[in-house]
């Protein structure tokens, strides 16, 4: 739309004007840069050095949870580094989806490679569900109940994505 | 405390693209429609509350330069922006203000220009920087997951959720400042494109650019301007917990923090059946498969029988409760007003002006919010 006209409202008929009507457009490229915390510096570097999935265990209710994280989310009670434990990286879908569509990724400010499966995965022993990617992008192969287990990359920088995804296990059925 | 109640609505025209306004241009039209109707002007103003997603256009500060639109000038303004709530938590900061005792009139106005930027992109950055935004699409991405599991537990089918969105649309069509006008059947939700499994084109929301805007006052000041009030009779609020993946935790099939609210909401405002005593509802369902776990979360049916509900007819404008005549989210959803557009189509049909789309004798009407990782804004209305 740039390059059109500039007119001027007044005594102009208003579906005349609506012609000339301007949108700017802006690209923009800002850096950001996020603190992990204590608990996800944890969880990253055991991810990284280990290929090891951190949760956090209450020392009150006793549940886990993924990621570890300063407060346990049911009761409330303020946790510590040494609540922190190694969890499964075998569990079961409970929800899933895949998105087969464009949008902007906004960690990248481009647009996200797509289909792509996705779902809330209950690791084995952990009370609450990681969301992460599914190897299986065709919805007609996945289903809720579906055993899956982490697929670690051999290359990993400290980010959810050191978990490329979670595949299949083949035989093992519902749980 | 004395009553509060709502004596001023102006809704925009909602559309895909609103190329003909700036932001402050359409925060101004909803004002203006709201103060003609309650025949009041900005100096009968006590107080302003906006709201916006303001990160959506990639923008700060939207409450300092919209300010030549909402009037704001030389007078308390507070911004709000709680995600697809916005629009109801300022709507129940208006009731708060009013209540305190602080102000008599306080003006809210809710508005997005989501054309502005990447919708989806937009909401995705709404999730944990470092968690969940990789996987995070959008609003389309969570809810379709949702939905999976609402299917799994109560073997609940396309076409379920299908029948949902062919009534919002027929309800919109009733509805002007509604941005789609769709005259689409069953088999045309089920045959448009499949966006994120089972969530299909035809079965989400738009986006849209919009605003809407209300006049909140105090008992006499109300009763002063109109004898055409819609009343609050109660409001509450549940917010869940930050991770997208805790939302599974115990929660079932029920939205939880929507469960808890309209109990609450119910108690506060006396009702022991909701299902008997609501005359009507404009609940905020973001999606067709969204609308059947939220209804199931309203304590007006059992789990898992919303699908029957809505196939037999009970939810629909001729039917004993009926949800969204405006044509809800599914038609209409410019973010930062969507919520305040259920609250002031709730409050039209109290006081009998939702033309077309009106139901009869509206005596109880409850309006609800939907935002973030899963939490909740109930507010019930009265004649």
Redesign the interface.
Known sequence: MVGAKVGVTSGRA?QEF?DE?L?ITMM?DIP?N?S?GTF?SIFFRELKDSRRIMGIKCNKCGEI???P?VLC??CLVELSIDDCIEVSSEGTV????????P?????TGKV?NYPYG???I?LDGV???????LKESD?SKI???MRVRAVFEDKRVG???DIRYFETIEGEGEK | MGRVGIVGIGQTQFRSKR??VNSVELVNEAVRAALADAQLTIKDIDAIIIGNMEHFE?INYSEMWTIDGSGGYMKPVMKITTGGTTGSTIACAGFYQVSSGMFDRVLVIGWEHLSES?T???I??CSD??????????A??PL??????YM?IHGTTEEDAARVAVQAHKNALNNPYAHLHLDITVDDVLNS???????KLLDMCPTSDGACAMVFAEDKSAREITDNVAWVKSVATRHD?????????KHGDKLRSLYLATEEAYTRAGIKNPFKELDVIEMYEPSSWSALTWVDSLHICEPGEAPKLFEEGVLSMKGELPLNPSGGVISTNPIGATGAVRVAEAALQIRGMADRRQVPDVELAMATGFGGSGWSDVMILER
């Not at chain 1, 409970?94 to 569509?101: A, C, D, H, I, R």
């Not at chain 1, 009370?127 to 990617?133: E, G, Q, R, Y």
Request: charged residues 20%.
């Open positions: 208003k609506n009507l949108r923009v950001y996020f992990a996800g949870f993924v990621p994280r989310p049911e409970e929800g899933f989806t895949v998105v087969n569509f949008f902007i990724d906004p960690n996200r996705t779902g809330n209950k009370s609450n569900l990681l969301w992460h990617f919805y289903h809720n109940g980010l959810p994505s | 190329e003909d990639s990447d989806t992109g937009a995705a950055s920087p470092i968690w969940e935004r990789s996987v995070m699409a959008g389309v991405g379709a997951i949702v939905a999976s599991e799994r494109a499949m966006l994120s499994y089972p969530m917990t930050a991770f997208f993946g805790d939302g599974g935790l």
